[in-house]
């Protein structure tokens, strides 16, 4: 089985060709980053013009990089939610445009589950596992039951992980794309023990006895620290201790409400290889997969963590998704509607000051 997925719900235009034999034969991504920099964050409608431009050539150097023509695909899928409208629209139309024009199944694809099954594409990993998804729209933690089947344990009650180290990194004057920037600049720190002495930072949620997150207050005791800095031009010393304190404390805050999903993980499922799946773009961050490795080691859990090209958005997820589905015999409509806000867990409360993250 082939499947060819398409991914436009932000910032990336990505496609993408994978197998059943958990193959990737091609994975290309046209990331927008110079059309948004100077914007300083994601310009929607500059997006959509972007995809709109490049998305045909991107599918077929996929198709190219294969080594596939496009007649031996066996479904397409697209990101339909959650994400930004003109974006969603424009790659589901063309997977339509595919699927109808082949007389092959279309696969509706949520996002968020592209992020989550990730991990049984790279390592095959087996029902059910603990996730954090971090994104720059989501952070929450979910069991995965089953294909289309996930439990929210714990989401954000204000901004996502991702979206407080790029507004973070935008205060410290880190330029866009904030949250990479800030873990290379984080590096530089001379005294990791000095820096989180010299500023000091909450750690939102963590005397709460669930997996619930909140990182506004974070974010604002960044800002009151850049505040207090001498003015005129920022000392790069002082952005690299004042980042690896930002870095070193939204970790502890992820491991510590993982540390709760973790134990009630163990305690309602009986899993035998029990396994803690980081998925989402800010799961690239080493500092987050160290904390959170030892953390599962302390439990006897494996981590799995996805690898550099497939943390952040691809198509590769995209298409591995539509699969899982397709081999259940799962496909969608040709008048499936995108939809900006599609939470993987249907039955758990909207959060209030969450909107689209919860
Ligand atoms: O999953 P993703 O690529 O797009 C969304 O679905 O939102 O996640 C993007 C987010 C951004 O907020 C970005 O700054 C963050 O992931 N990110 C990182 C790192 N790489 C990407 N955050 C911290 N450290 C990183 N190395
Ligand atoms: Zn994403």
């Excluded at 920037?181 to 005294?191: F, G, P, Q, T």
């Excluded at 949620?205 to 505040?227: I, P, Y």
């Excluded at 070193?248 to 491991?255: E, G, N, S």
């Amino acid at each position: 089985m082939i499947i060819l997925g398409i991914e436009t719900s932000c910032d990336e235009t990505a496609a993408a060709v994978v197998n059943d034999k958990r193959e990737i034969l091609s994975n290309v991504v046209l990331s927008q980053l110079k059309e948004h920099e100077v914007y300083g964050g994601v310009v929607p409608e500059i997006a959509a013009r972007a995809h709109m431009e490049h998305l045909d050539s991107i599918i077929k150097a996929a198709l190219s990089d294969a080594k596939l023509t496009i007649g031996e695909l066996d479904g397409v899928a697209a990101t339909c939610g959650p994400g930004l409208i003109g974006g969603l629209m424009i790659g589901m139309m063309s997977a339509k445009a595919i699927a109808s024009s082949q007389g092959i199944p279309f696969l509706a694809v949520n996002h968020l589950e592209g992020h989550a099954l990730t991990a049984r594409l790279t390592d095959n990993i087996k029902f059910p596992y603990l996730m954090l998804l971090v994104s720059g729209g989501h952070t929450q933690i979910l069991v995965a039951e089953d294909v289309g089947v996930y439990k929210r344990w714990g989401t954000t009650l204000d901004d996502a992980a991702g979206e407080c180290f790029d507004k973070s990194a935008k205060l410290m004057g880190i330029p866009y794309p904030g949250g990479p920037n800030l873990e290379k600049i984080a590096k530089n720190v001379e005294n990791p023990v000095a820096a989180l002495n010299k500023y000091p930072l909450p750690k939102p949620m963590t005397q709460h006895k669930n997996c619930d997150f909140s990182f506004s207050g974070l974010k604002t005791a960044v800002r009151n620290h850049v505040e207090k800095l001498p003015e005129g031009d920022l000392d790069p010393k002082d952005i690299a201790d004042l980042a690896f304190a930002f870095q070193d404390t939204a970790a502890d805050v992820l491991a510590d409400r993982c540390e709760h999903g973790i134990k009630r993980f163990l305690e309602e499922y009986k899993s035998r290889s029990p396994t803690l799946v980081v998925c989402g773009g800010v799961s690239a961050n080493q500092t987050i997969q160290l904390k959170l490795d030892k953390l599962a080691q302390t439990y006897s859990m494996k981590l799995c963590a996805p690898p550099l090209e497939l943390s952040g958005d691809n198509g590769a997820m995209i298409a591995w998704a539509g699969l899982e589905h397709l081999r259940l015999g799962y496909t969608s409509a040709l008048d499936f509607k995108a939809r900006p806000r599609w939470p993987l867990d249907g039955t758990a409360e909207p959060r209030h000051g969450a909107g689209v993250k919860a």
